[in-house]
């Protein structure tokens, strides 16, 4: 990406903060440097990825910067290019992963969109679902080290996400419910809630056929008891 035009990094950095500001948002977690060219995105990608095998085989409090930079093939001195410490690290990760799901989810909430409300739920779950259990050891440590090191901040800021997500997907189906705000907050406790608990509970070798068809359960559940806005067997 060309700098051209672009104001300095001080300027760039004041205005996003000034802008998530005025959005009310807490700022993402910090980072030194913002790798741009491919060599540097490389080296902090290596980084990243060295962070997940280690803490997957020996955990967060284990988890040394020594042993991540060794693992990553890059110096010491690099790793402090990008970050300020193993917290500032790790936080970026679980900032990076959490939104890479929102994002994947609302793609399949856009592309649902029209379809009967439980079509679009199943749409969204199948996706939410399928992504965590592909990298469960992953995901499990996730969960674990989000509770040991996420701010409230990054609680409330990945939380309005998720629950805005639910929310348009709602709207965006043939039959919204009337109070899709409150669906919203629903279908994400249970959802959310039920897949980082089970991970957390039984681990990644949880039973992934039982708890889609759980969850599905749960859901619909709650769809049945939901007033519609225009339901689809007015229409017909």
């Given at each position: 990406?060309?700098?051209g035009n672009?104001?300095?990094?001080?300027?760039?950095?004041?205005?996003g903060?000034?802008?998530?500001?005025?959005?009310?948002?807490?700022?993402?977690p910090?980072?030194?440097?913002?790798?741009?060219?491919?060599?540097?995105?490389?080296?902090?990608?290596?980084?990243?990825?060295?962070?997940?095998?280690?803490?997957?085989?020996?955990?967060?409090?284990?988890?040394?910067?020594?042993?991540?930079?060794?693992?990553?093939?890059?110096?010491?001195?690099?790793?402090?290019?990008y970050?300020?410490?193993?917290?500032?690290?790790?936080?970026?990760w679980?900032?990076?992963?959490?939104?890479?799901?929102?994002?994947?989810?609302?793609?399949?909430?856009a592309?649902?969109?029209?379809?009967?409300?439980?079509?679009?739920v199943?749409?969204?779950?199948?996706v939410?679902?399928?992504?965590?259990?592909?990298a469960?050891?992953?995901?499990a440590?996730?969960?674990?080290?989000?509770?040991?090191?996420?701010?409230?901040?990054?609680?409330?800021?990945?939380?309005?996400?998720?629950?805005?997500?639910?929310?348009?997907?709602?709207?965006?189906?043939a039959?919204?419910?009337?109070?899709?705000?409150?669906?919203?907050?629903?279908?994400?406790?249970?959802?959310?809630?039920?897949?980082?608990?089970?991970?957390?509970?039984h681990?990644?070798?949880?039973?992934a056929?039982?708890?889609?068809a759980?969850?599905?359960?749960?859901?619909?559940?709650?769809l049945g008891?939901?007033?519609?806005?225009?339901?689809?067997?007015n229409?017909?």
């Amino acid at each position: 990406m060309s700098l051209g035009n672009k104001p300095p990094p001080g300027v760039r950095l004041a205005r996003g903060a000034l802008a998530r500001a005025a959005e009310g948002a807490p700022p993402p977690p910090a980072v030194r440097r913002r790798p741009r060219q491919s060599r540097a995105q490389a080296s902090a990608q290596a980084l990243q990825d060295a962070f997940v095998r280690v803490l997957i085989e020996r955990g967060y409090a284990r988890t040394t910067i020594r042993e991540l930079v060794g693992v990553a093939g890059v110096g010491v001195g690099t790793f402090y290019d990008y970050f300020g410490n193993k917290h500032a690290l790790a936080a970026f990760w679980i900032h990076q992963r959490v939104q890479a799901l929102e994002a994947a989810v609302r793609e399949a909430a856009a592309a649902a969109t029209g379809r009967p409300l439980a079509d679009v739920v199943d749409a969204v779950l199948a996706v939410q679902l399928g992504t965590v259990l592909q990298a469960a050891p992953e995901w499990a440590a996730l969960f674990l080290l989000e509770r040991q090191i996420s701010s409230i901040d990054a609680f409330r800021s990945h939380y309005g996400n998720w629950v805005q997500m639910w929310h348009s997907a709602l709207l965006g189906a043939a039959d919204p419910p009337q109070d899709a705000a409150g669906a919203a907050r629903m279908l994400h406790a249970i959802s959310y809630g039920w897949i980082s608990q089970s991970l957390l509970a039984h681990g990644p070798g949880v039973d992934a056929q039982a708890l889609r068809a759980s969850l599905v359960q749960a859901l619909h559940a709650v769809l049945g008891t939901l007033e519609r806005e225009n339901p689809i067997e007015n229409r017909l």
